[in-house]
């Protein structure tokens, strides 16, 4: 198993990430509803940059790890 190490500079990243489009355009991507990032885990994450930031996301909140983010805002 390959072991997994954070990265501080994509955890900043990921933390000031807005969503680019669509109903939640404009908020943060850890801010979007559970729901709707459980939907996109169902239909197929898009491609990329945003797609892989959604995924942390979607793992992030599945595991009640919201509490991360709290001190940079």
Known sequence: M???????????ELAEARMPFGKYKGRLLIDLPEPYVVWFKQKGFPAGKL?????TVYVIKAN???HLF???R
């Open 64 to 66: 009640g790890l919201e």
């Open 2 to 12: 390959e072991e997994l190490t954070p990265d501080p500079e994509a955890f900043l």
């Open 51 to 55: 797609g892989k930031q959604l995924e």
């Open 70 to 72: 709290k001190r940079l």
